[in-house]
């Protein structure tokens, strides 16, 4: 009895992964799959508004360190800055993205905010959208997805574009229109080679500094910033 129980179980947890998977493609047939970024870069945003499309995001990976999911890059008086958002770790254990939570015992929040207004305080656009930015972060979301999910729907109402996503149950091998893992900190000269990047008026420097968070475009930019994301691509 235990052993065809068992197997009766185990039966039914596989066809439901089966399911689970067609419903997942249906879904790439319309929509693309990637992991979700903090802030994310133009290359990032590129694909994302290439055409209108549902997304599927990725939250059933373990999480990765030193990646884009928690850190961005921003153009300061100083050259390139990197912003990163702490999270909580369970040492010993791996945990999936959908559970990691942010460490507020961390005073980061006052930083990515000084840092983003030295940079952009002077931005034709800081004072549309830094009210905004301030409620993200005066949210105070417990997990990392809802945070990154917060700034992607701010982003995308800017550039007028639509918002349809979902969110994985289950990490499996995608078949359909995927782009997991292939805008990396760790490949960023890869990226940078394969992108065919528009320069735009930036607050400092002389050189223009390609494939910044998508912060970048919409302090110098504005509503315009989606006519130059449309040119904007990968190869």
């Known amino acids: 009895m235990p052993d065809e129980f068992v197997e009766k179980h185990a039966f039914v947890l596989l066809e439901i992964r089966v399911i689970n998977r067609i419903f997942v493609n249906i879904r790439l047939f319309f929509g693309m799959h990637i992991e979700l970024h903090y802030l994310p870069s133009l290359a990032y945003m590129s694909l994302l508004t290439r055409r209108d499309e549902s997304h599927l995001f990725e939250i059933m990976e373990h999480f990765p360190k030193q990646t ?24 010993g254990q791996k945990a999936f993205t959908k559970d990691i939570q942010i460490d507020y015992s961390q005073a980061w929040v006052r930083r ?7 940079a952009y305080g002077k931005a034709p656009f800081f004072e549309h959208f830094e009210p905004f930015i301030q409620a993200i972060f005066a949210k105070k979301n ?3 997805v809802d945070l990154n999910i917060d700034f992607l729907k701010l982003s995308m109402k800017i550039l ?18 995927s782009f997991y893992n292939q805008i990396q900190a760790k490949r960023d000269t890869e990226v940078l080679n394969s992108l065919v990047s528009v320069p735009y008026r930036q607050c400092f420097g002389t050189d223009f500094v390609p494939n910044l968070s998508i912060l970048d475009v919409l302090m110098n930019h504005g509503r315009e910033s989606g006519r130059i994301l449309e040119q904007m691509n990968i190869n």
């Not at 990515?112 to 030295?118: K, L």
């Not at 007028?160 to 229109?177: E, N, P, Q």
Request: charged share 15%; aromatic share 12%.
């Open 112 to 118: 990515h905010m000084g840092a983003i207004q030295a």
């Open 160 to 177: 007028s574009k639509g918002f349809d996503y979902s969110l994985t149950d289950d990490f499996l091998v995608y078949d359909g229109l």
């Open 142 to 144: 417990k997990f990392l």
């Open 68 to 91: 884009y999911r928690n850190r961005c890059q921003i153009l300061g008086a100083n050259g390139v800055e990197v912003l990163s958002v702490p999270v909580l770790h369970v040492p």
